[in-house]
Structures are given as C-alpha cells and as structure tokens.
C-alpha cells in the first residue's frame, strides 16, 4: 500500500506532499492542473527510465519519493538483498541534468529492475493506453490459472512435464549421437580415470579437514607431550599429588576433610588428563600421512577442473559416460529402455494435464458468468464473455491453448478480446476483468488513470461502486471527471495549478465532506448554486448508501 506520496521539481510541480488512505482515493481538477503529472510521477518512481526531460524548467534534479507498506514476498526479496526494513519502504528516485542519477530502498542503493522486480505483482497502474496485459492472449491461460485457484496441481505438472521433457531431450540426444572408435576410446579413458579416483561424496572436505589438522599438529603435539609430561613425568603432579593425599594421615577431622577432598582433586584431574592423553593419541599415523592427504586433494581438484563439475557432478558424469559406453554397446536395447521411460514419463504427464483440462473448463464456465455479472454492474448487459480452448499438444502449459473472446452487442459473433476497440466500453470491460482477477493476485495498489473518459451518468456511477468494491481489498487511485464516480471514494483530493510571477506550480489537498459537495457540484455544473449543492450532495449520499449494499 502506498502510504505518501513527495514530488519535488518534477515536470509543472514545485514540490508536494500527499498521505494516502487504504481504500478508494480519488482526484479530481481542472484539465491541465496537473491530475496525469502525479500519477505519471508515481508510475516514474516504480519503474521509469531516467530521463532528464522531467526535471522542472530551470532546475538541475528532480526527486520523487513514495513510502510504502510491505508484504512477506517483498520481505524476502529485500533480505535476499540484505536491505534492511521495519515495517514499510521509503523508494526515493532522483534524476539531475548531470546524470548523478540514484534509486534508493530505505537509504540503499539499488538498481531498476530490483525495484521493478520487488513491486511487480503488488502495483497495477491502469490507463486506457495500457490494457494490453489483459488484452495479450499470451497472458489468458495464466488469468485463468489463478482464477481456478489449482497451485498444487500445478506446480505437479510444471514438474511432471520437466521430468518428461528432460528423459526426451536425453532421448534424442542418444538416437542422434554416433561414436566411432576414438571417441569411444576417449569416454573408456575418462571413465577409467573417474573409477580409479574411487571419489566418494564428503570425502574432499574430511582431507581438507585432516590438512588443517596436520598444519596444527606440531603445535597441538609439542602442548600436549609438555602437557603430559608434566602430570605424568618423574616427580610430575600425578605423582607429587598422589604423595600429598597419601600423608596427610593424621587423626584429625578437619585435615581428614581436606585430606578426602583433595583425593576427590586427584582423581577428578586424573580423568581430565585421560581425555587429554585421548587427543594426543588422536594424532595417528594415517592423521599426518599427509602425502597421501595432498595426493588425494590434488586428484579431487584435478578432475573437478577438467570437467568443470563438483564432486556430486564427476559421479552422476561417471554414470553419463557408463551410459553412453553402454548405448554404443548395446545401441538398440538402450535406446527401446530409454523410449519406455520417455513414454512413461509422457503418460504421467498427459494424465495430470487431462485433469488440469477438465479443472479448466469446468471453472471457465464459472468465470465466463463472473465476468458478465461483473460488465452488466457496469451498464454492459449485453456483453457474452468466453473462454474458448484449443487442444493442443503437451507443452509446458498443458494441453490447452486458451484465449478470451467476447460479443459486446446483441447479434455480434464472439470475437478474440485483442480485437474490441470502443473507448467506453474498453474502459469497462477493463474494470471487469480487474474486479475479478485482482482479488485473486497480490496486487495491493491498483491506479485508474481516467478510465471513465467518454462515459457519463448511471455509467459513472456504477463504474465509482465497482472501484469501490475493489478497494475493499486492495488500495485504489484514480483520476476523474466524473462528479458519480468522486462521490464513491473514502479519500477525495483537490489537484489545481497557482500562478506566480515567473511560473506555475501544482498543488494539492485532501477535501472535507463540505469541500467534496462542493467540488462535486462543480464538476457537475460547473457553479455552486444552491440547486447544483443540492444535486451534488444528494449524489454524495446516495453514492456512500449504495455503497453499503
């Protein structure tokens, strides 16, 4: 969510602050205060190119600066990059004539495509320019796929058909490949050289392991002998101990105490020194046969840079070459062995995408009567909405190759949705398709930039209640002209233009109740006549109590 919003010499803007709220915020103004400037500011800081152009006349920078509300998804990318938080994100962009340019996260600098990366599935900036996402076929089946809500069975087939996919490529890399002798000759050598090696996994840290030992151990023996000798030596403290207990043998019950305590002393340090003398033995010759360590180190890195793997790589390549060694061999049973885990492989598959299929079109019915619903909120009753599927062969999206299409009048064929053209209507069927896909993402903004250009009346209204139903979930910006679709949002803000002497700023505030009536009286009739404050305040009303329904 985004909580505020700074501007600072960006195009016709001096500098302003704005607080967001969590659900619908609208603006409104005169054309040319500067409405489109903000939200082009907003979309610059999320993922803009730099481009000097935007700095405000006379200036040598510009700085956007938005403070955000994050999620777990965007926690774990931020950790990934070791960029710290608490419980939100301060993104400050700054662009100068000098191309000193910077993007910072809570005081870090980060690159573009981080930033775009971390907000990709949290902020939808939507104008009537910028529909194609939903418009793409390409983008159809993964719409569809969220709304049947299968994650699960999913991600099975991504890796049912990975599986497939890897034995076919294995497959047909056998059946083209040809060896004659030298290359047979050569695979022979290689896995001779790895058998002989005899490489085991954990072996190569245990002598890396031994080496750092070895390196300590004259230090570790030269301690530990002095250690030993001086407990065990002639007349060492074992000894001398032993003495002391021994003779204090008086009839005394004070040194009799003293006496059983420091026996308690010696035996105690006895065991002690046993443990210590454990260590010691621990230094045995198969320990320090360092040759044998460095030869057996010196082969592992041998191998590892010929073959350019790690350990767990040079064994499952000895199994590779055991394998074509034994398809040359014996190419036609290797290859029918092969065919038959392909065509497991392929049925496994198929199967689970014949499930997927039947999910998909059993729940396209269901979307196709969700969307209607949703266009006819919006004064669209005569839309029919589709999802048409073609069979197509196993791929990694199954076996279907689904696209949307749509009939917008009574008596018109369906037709691909990449192909409806009307500007209204688009904006609709656009805000349609948000009201049931954004639900089901993990979009926490969403920015309207007047969509409701070229519809007016009954048509606003019901397009303001649909932005406002959204925003029940997911925060909402837009840009409007239309007094019915204002009257809908929890947060109004008023964008004008001052002129100065020597040049013009935008500026903006948020509006009471009285100050929305008023504005939305004069988007209305352009005057505040006690008639058009009337008229105004009854749609206010009427909005907020439709709105509870």
């Not at 910072?104 to 320019?129: E, G, R």
Request: with cysteine.
């Amino acid at each position: 969510m985004l909580k505020s919003l700074h501007i600072k010499n960006y195009a016709i803007i001096d500098e302003l602050s704005v607080d967001f709220g969590s659900g619908f915020n609208v603006f409104t103004g005169e054309t040319g205060a500067g409405k489109s400037i903000i939200v082009g500011a907003l979309s610059f800081l999320m993922k803009g190119k730099a481009d000097t152009s935007i700095i405000r006349t006379g200036q040598d920078k510009a700085m956007i600066e938005g403070i955000f509300s994050i999620d777990e998804d965007m926690k774990a990318k931020l950790d990934d990059a070791e960029i710290e938080y608490d419980d939100e994100l301060i993104i400050r962009r700054i662009i100068s004539t000098d191309n000193h340019n910077s993007i910072k996260i809570n005081q870090t600098s980060v690159t573009l495509s981080f930033l775009t990366d971390l907000f990709a599935d949290h902020i939808d900036i939507h104008s009537q320019k910028d529909s194609q996402y939903l418009l793409n076929k390409a983008n159809h089946l993964k719409l569809l796929d969220k709304y049947i809500n299968e994650p699960e069975l999913l991600h099975r087939y991504d890796q049912e058909y990975a599986d497939y996919s890897k034995a076919l490529n294995e497959y047909e890399e056998l059946a083209n490949n040809t060896y004659n002798e030298a290359d047979l000759d050569y695979l022979r050598f290689d896995l001779k050289e790895l058998e002989d090696a005899d490489i085991k996994e954990g072996e190569e840290e245990e002598l890396q392991e031994k080496e750092r030992h070895y390196k300590d151990a004259e230090k570790y023996l030269s301690v530990l002998n002095e250690a030993n000798e001086l407990y065990d030596g002639q007349e060492g403290i074992r000894e001398r101990l032993s003495y002391l207990y021994k003779n204090l043998t008086l009839n005394d019950q004070v040194i009799e105490m003293i006496r059983d305590r420091i026996e308690e002393l010696y035996y105690s340090l006895d065991e002690e020194m046993d443990k210590l003398k454990a260590v010691l033995a621990s230094f045995n010759e198969d320990d320090l046969n360092i040759d044998y360590i460095e030869d057996r180190l010196f082969t592992y890195s041998k191998l590892k840079r010929k073959h350019g793997a790690d350990v767990k790589g040079l064994l499952e390549l000895k199994d590779q070459i055991k394998e074509k060694i034994a398809f040359f061999e014996d190419r036609d049973f290797v290859l029918g062995e092969k065919k038959k885990q392909v065509d497991a492989l392929y049925e496994k598959a198929l199967n689970t995408a014949e499930t997927i299929h039947e999910i998909r079109t059993d729940k396209a019915k269901q979307l196709e009567k969700e969307i209607e619903k949703q266009c006819e909120d919006l004064m669209l009753s005569n839309v029919n909405f589709a999802v048409e599927f073609k069979e197509s062969e196993l791929n990694k999206n199954g076996i279907d190759d689904t696209e949307f299409y749509i009939s917008l009048n009574k008596g018109e064929e369906l037709k691909p949705l990449r192909n409806v053209a009307s500007g209204g209507e688009i904006s609709r069927l656009m805000l349609s398709l948000k009201s049931v896909f954004t639900s089901l993402s993990d979009t926490s903004l969403v920015i309207f930039d007047e969509i409701d250009t070229g519809v007016s009346g009954k048509v606003g209204l019901s397009i303001g209640q649909k932005m406002a139903h959204i925003a029940r979930n997911t925060q909402v910006l837009t840009i409007t002209h239309l007094a019915s679709v204002a009257a809908c949002a929890d947060y109004h803000f008023y964008i004008y233009k001052e002129d100065g002497n020597e040049y013009s700023r935008t500026l903006i505030r948020r509006l009471d109740q009285e100050e929305i009536i008023k504005e939305l009286a004069l988007i209305s009739s352009t005057d505040t006549s006690e008639v058009s404050l009337d008229a105004a305040r009854a749609l206010y009303y009427n909005a907020k109590e439709s709105l509870k329904q």
